[in-house]
């Protein structure tokens, strides 16, 4: 109740600037609470911190040309793309919120990442300047969403991670796709004996460790609620729901999946074994998946989701989530911010999004007919039906240095399974001591999901 009380203080002093700007223009409320500013008149000038053209190639051109058509229809607005870095992104929005100047516009990953900021009074709910007649076509909002309010509003779909084989390698080895859990260990066995490596990665920069994560850990857990639960301390990540993805890690380092210099590679690099036909299996972002495809070749490239080891209802699907745009809390203009999105959310402008990247639009009214490629009208269906990005729903610092960390270690073959369970119960431990704010969001976050 504090801090729904605190955020409110921030979102009318938010708003009163915001009006202020305006020349004095008048504001009021809708149904729902959303705001209804008036739009200003005067020179407006923007700032949007984004990400993603390293995973949806062709974005770069895409935000520009969504720019100057926005200026072509409100010629008083200034939007200037701030393009970040991967490892740069998260660091420059905390150095901009610290300083609560810079970005008017910025880009989020799903979750935990929309979600911290939010806690934290950087960025003000896109709900209440996107009515929810708009907001309910943008996919997987619900993981953005947060006592009653959308915090960040969904511009384009992350299927997490479809599980991309080659069928060239994979026939001259004499092995069938594997279908289940004991049918990718054998096809590891039977591949490495033809000196083919199983399946490609590189973990060095970490991020991968999330997407094992991901791709493994949610195949037993019943929702995303016991994780944020283990979070909160009502359970524990060493529990067996919540703990076995480590063993099915570990089976997979035992039986030489993986190329020898994962630890060695960073994620792109290691993809590329896959893409030089030097290995049969590899991950990839939904959103890069057409890059992969082509440069290999649509007859020769297979897609499943990773083989199913678990009994849970989430085994066996892909992982959905999308990739966000949140207002910031000092913006001057959050009503014309919010404007923008909703243009980059207009068919037109989806339609030239898919065209452009090969990327799925966040948005249910995008038309799947316009999707050719095989692989890509799979991963679009299997997106529909989806489970939870498990990354996005634990805190960042745990991810990296549990998932991220751990992960490294069980794949160099210096820690097992057990302990890498431990050393995250421990992680999560230490984080209910130092973070104890968010921690205790995270209790509210899983009483929400009931």
Known sequence: MKMKWLRGLVLLA??????????GGSSKSTQGGQQNLTFPTEPVQLEMWWWGEQEAAGAKNWVADTIRLYKQKHPNVTIKPVLQTTDGLVPSFKAAAAAKRGPDIQYFWGGIWSLEPAWADQIVPVSDYIPASELKHYLNAGEDTFDGKVWTAPWYTQPSFPVLYRKDVLAKAGVQPPATWTDLLAACDKLNAGGVTPVAGGIKDGWFGGWLYSLLGSQEVQSVQPVLQAVAGQKSFTDPELANWWIKLQEMRDHRCWNKDINSLELYQGQQYWSDGKAAMTMVAGSDMKKFVEQVGVDKVGVMTMPKWGAGPLAGKLGSTSQTLGITSWSKYPQVAADFIKFMHTPERTAAWFKTTGAFPADDRFDKQAITLPQQRQVFDLLLDGAPYLENYIPTELDSQANFAHSQL??????DAQKAAEATQNV???????????????????????
């Open 14 to 23: 938010v708003l009163t600037l915001a009006v202020a700007a305006c020349g």
């Open 428 to 450: 999560a431990n230490r984080i209910r001591i130092t973070k104890r704010s968010i921690v205790k969001n995270f209790g509210a976050w899983a009483e929400q999901q009931s």
């Open 410 to 415: 069980v794949l160099a073959g210096s820690e």
